[in-house]
């Protein structure tokens, strides 16, 4: 479950230039295969801001903000900026929480995603097998339901968005964990 937001995101020329130099500086995180497999591309970076600086913060806020005007619940952490380079593989289909079992729908997490370029596309797949690409442009947002699966999209030119979690009390998150499909 996931919807778009379009324009919801202003971003101001200068919060756009600083996140545009940030990020190239992140490390590699997995497309097609787990984890630290070496047939990762290595074209899939993301930079975690530092949850000290004030832009992070500046940042936090207005995605705090942005979930809390839509009537979601939860709580913004973890973000990051996620880049990629040209020729960028697909993700392997996964969620990013555990299966939620026995939850009450008010109490679901979400992940938020913000287009800093144009043409930002994200894989949902409804079934596990099948993928459906959704597309979305600078300052769009993202809400999509901590169960969905879902996948980054490969890139055939450079492309920048960012994500966060937005947690819930009911429900963990392992950090830095995935569940495949
Ligand atoms: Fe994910």
């Given amino acids: 479950m996931y919807k778009v937001y379009k324009n919801a995101f202003s971003l101001s020329p200068d919060l756009e230039k600083y996140i545009i130099s940030k990020a190239g500086q992140g490390d590699p995180i997995f497309n097609n295969r787990d984890g630290e497999d070496k047939d990762n591309d290595n074209k899939r970076i993301q930079y975690d801001f530092k949850s000290s600086n004030s832009i992070t913060k500046h940042i936090n806020s207005k995605l705090q903000g942005i979930i809390e005007n839509f009537g979601y619940k939860g709580t913004v952490n973890d973000p990051v900026i996620l880049k990629s380079y040209p020729y960028c593989k697909r993700q392997r289909l996964h969620r990013d929480y ?6 009450n729908k008010s109490e679901y997490p979400h992940g938020i995603i913000v287009g800093v370029s144009n043409n930002c596309r994200f894989i949902v797949s409804p079934d596990g ?3 459906k690409y959704v597309h979305f442009d600078k300052g769009d947002v993202v809400i999509f339901r901590g169960d969905t699966i879902h996948a980054g ?4 030119t450079e492309n920048i968005r960012m994500h966060a979690y937005v947690d819930t009390k009911s ?9 495949y499909v």
Avoid: A, Q
């Fill in 98 to 103: 555990d299966l939620l079992r026995n939850i």
């Fill in 129 to 131: 097998l099948s993928r």
């Fill in 153 to 156: 999209s490969e890139y055939y």
């Fill in 171 to 179: 429900h963990d998150r392992i950090k830095n964990e995935t569940f």
